[in-house]
């Protein structure tokens, strides 16, 4: 292999910043990101580009948000990346990523059932045209996932529905920590602890420096 080849593997491999900053739970550097990428997207507003590189920033923040209990706050840091999503969907609506960030972002929007009312089927018709456009992504499969998890059951998500998504994705990319990090949650929220140990504890072996992960396996009972 080439050192160029050997060069590309290795920046496909590695984590971005925000990843990083997410890993490890850092809201002060996610917040800046926010900043930045809002300044960037507003001097930049048909650029789909930078449209989206906002949306993520939003819903890395919110993500980290949502972690650490404070729903309030991810609430309304995701409404403001859904702007930029929205944004970047309209500029290129043929991009899955567009379409996958923004169905994150709806979903870390739902606070409660009325919430959920209102973002839920936006949340599910942004993840299924990103199926569509991208069918064999783990990264699809992953977010439609979460946001069924997130979903309340009476509206249509909950454990059951997101697990199979979850599985697809691990199917699709045996690697993604992130997927084993949340089937481990849906399988503890279904009541398969043993299964749910196992499953995070392969995806803090494949991503280590992932905080919410060793949490989350700590507060999974010993079965």
């Known amino acids: 292999m080439t050192l160029a080849l050997l060069m590309a593997?290795?920046?496909?491999?590695?984590?971005?910043?925000?990843?990083?900053?997410?890993?490890?739970?850092?809201?002060?550097?996610?917040?800046?990101?926010?900043?930045?990428?809002?300044?960037?997207?507003?001097?930049?507003?048909?650029?789909?580009?930078?449209?989206?590189?906002?949306a993520l920033a939003c819903s890395y923040l919110a993500e980290v948000q949502i972690e650490q209990h404070d729903k309030k706050k991810a609430r309304g840091v995701a409404e403001r990346g859904i702007k930029s999503?929205?944004?970047?969907?309209?500029?290129?609506?043929?991009?899955?990523?567009?379409?996958?960030?923004?169905?994150?972002?709806?979903?870390?929007?739902?606070?409660?059932?009325?919430?959920?009312?209102?973002?839920?089927?936006?949340?599910?018709?942004?993840?299924?045209?990103?199926?569509?456009?991208?069918?064999?992504?783990a990264a699809v499969y992953l977010a439609r996932g979460v946001g069924n998890d997130y979903l309340p059951a009476q509206l249509g998500g909950g454990p059951k529905v997101a697990i199979p998504d979850f599985r697809k994705a691990i199917q699709l990319d045996p690697k993604n920590a992130e997927a084993y990090l949340w089937l481990g949650i849906a399988l503890r929220q279904a009541n398969q602890d043993a299964e749910a140990r196992q499953a995070l504890a392969k995806a803090l072996e494949l991503n280590p420096n992932r905080v919410w992960t060793r949490q989350q396996l700590d507060k999974t009972p010993a079965k």
């Open 9 to 54: 593997a290795f920046l496909a491999a590695a984590p971005s910043a925000l990843e990083t900053a997410r890993d490890r739970q850092d809201i002060p550097v996610l917040e800046k990101a926010v900043e930045d990428q809002s300044a960037a997207a507003a001097k930049a507003p048909d650029d789909a580009g930078a449209q989206y590189r906002m």
């Open 85 to 137: 999503a929205e944004r970047a969907v309209a500029l290129k609506p043929d991009v899955a990523d567009h379409y996958v960030v923004l169905a994150k972002l709806y979903g870390q929007a739902v606070t409660d059932v009325l919430s959920g009312l209102s973002y839920g089927p936006k949340a599910k018709d942004a993840i299924n045209k990103a199926v569509e456009r991208a069918p064999d992504s």
